[in-house]
């Protein structure tokens, strides 16, 4: 699961890195579906990170790994 989650999020990361941002795998809890991440660059304290990590990051991981659940910032 980890490696999948990785492939993700370096399709997404370009997108990031486009704004001055990007991210970084932190943990995968394959348990419980919990995908830990730190954003970085513009990222980081921007008004719209938590937007960026619920509506764009986790909707995408959900879509395309099964068994993600949730993808917390940490």
Known sequence: MKEKVQEVLNKIRPSLQADGGDVELVDVDEERGIVKVKLTGSCFGC?????????????????EVPGVKEVQSV
Request: hydrophobic residues 40%; without cysteine.
């Open 47 to 63: 008004p719209f990170a938590t937007l960026t990590l619920k509506n764009g990051i986790e909707q995408v991981l959900k879509e």
